[in-house]
């Protein structure tokens, strides 16, 4: 599996997706930093909720093969910038988590507009308590870069 840092604003469910995609039940704790999980790095949202706080996590993504922006459906603003994934030389891809408490369609695809905002892709759209797409993010997470389907940047060969 790549070593993944996760970055997104406090609550969206960085933390809740990485104990789902190791196998891990749910256990809910506030991020206070920078905490490393076999093959994740969880970033505190505050990281991406300060602007001077950035520069954190771009020297953090350094351990980290692929970088993962997090959006959670139901939620009106993002601090994750435009044009964000360009700050980074390696590859950017979006979580849309929550899905299960998106209230319809909409909701989702505003997360995804975010991401994709963001420069994010290729977008998983997930849920760490009913495993929705958990499948497809782990998949992406364990090819190696020759297998990757860029066609369109949203389904990855299997």
Known sequence: MKDTILMGMSACGKTTLIQ???GESPRYAK???VERHL????TPGEYIERRYLYRALIVTAADAEVI???QDVGRESSWIPPAFA???????FGVVAK???AADEADVEHARRALERAGADPIFVVSALDYTGL???????????DDEDDSDGTEVAA
Do not use: N, S
């Open 135 to 145: 499948d497809a993010l782990r998949a992406y997470l364990d090819m190696d870069e």
């Open 68 to 70: 993962g922006l997090v």
């Open 20 to 22: 789902a995609l190791q």
């Open 39 to 42: 093959h994740f790095i969880d």
């Open 31 to 33: 991020t206070q930093t």
């Open 99 to 101: 899905c299960d408490l």
């Open 86 to 92: 360009t700050t980074f030389d390696k590859p950017v």
